[in-house]
T-cell receptor
């Protein structure tokens, strides 16, 4: 079974600064997807960024980028120019592309509460 | 973009009663829907996976007779919490996936259930 670990329960950053959220995972598969989701106080889950394991290039979406280290099974999220609206709980998630009972199921990390201070 | 709705957004029920939560995909056909439970400041815990027209697959430790899931159409799945107890109070989130070439799950806004 896959596991996803976020070792930072809480983080804080000043507005306009950069912050990096850590995520490690464990899997024996070679083909999978990784995601970062944001859950603001409204509790609506919002997809921030996705990474296909077969792609070596790190994904980027505006101020959000990832550092994907496949061999180390690490998938960190960098938020540049932090904004007050980035305050939320962030979840790293793994999705297998293989068959079997885990097919299509997201495995979430424990989450990191990020607070952006003015 | 793909939109998933949930109804109701909040519900309060008395202990021993049943409550139904609906999850709808508004602009796409959801071949698979997922139901999660989330406690405050914790992660999402997958309860079950439902495919349209077939029985739901429950995760280990989830009582299938207590949490009844029906996925009768490609746009609607329901979760019924039967004989609710205060410990069932939680935030329930559904997500939907269109397996036709995409791996993304689209999440509903969640339902806060309080059992008194």
């Amino acid at each position: 079974a896959q596991t996803v670990t976020q070792s930072q329960p809480e983080m804080s950053v000043q507005e306009a600064e950069t912050v990096t959220l850590s995520c490690t995972y464990d899997t024996s598969e070679s083909n999978y997807y990784l995601f970062w989701y944001k859950q603001p106080p409204s509790r609506q889950m919002i997809l921030v960024i996705r990474q296909e394991a077969y792609k070596q290039q790190n994904a980027t979406e505006n101020r959000f980028s990832v550092n994907f280290q496949k061999a180390a099974k690490s998938f960190s999220l960098k938020i540049s120019d932090s904004q007050l609206g980035d305050t939320a709980m962030y979840f790293c998630a793994f999705l297998t592309n293989a068959g079997g009972t885990s097919y299509g199921k997201l495995t979430f990390g424990q989450g990191t509460i990020l607070t952006v201070h003015p | 973009g793909a939109v998933v709705s949930q109804h109701p957004s909040r519900v309060i029920c008395k202990s021993g009663t049943s409550v139904k939560i609906e999850c709808r995909s508004l602009d796409f056909q959801a071949t698979t829907m997922f139901w999660y439970r989330q406690f405050p400041k914790q992660s999402l815990m997958l309860m079950a996976t439902s495919n349209e027209g077939s029985k739901a697959t429950y995760e280990q430790g989830v009582e299938k007779d207590k949490f009844l899931i029906n996925h009768a159409s490609l746009t609607l799945s329901t979760l019924t919490v039967t004989s609710a107890h205060p410990e069932d109070s939680s935030f329930y989130i559904c997500s939907a996936s269109n397996r036709q070439g995409t791996y993304e799950q689209y999440f509903g806004p969640g339902t806060r259930l309080t059992v008194t």
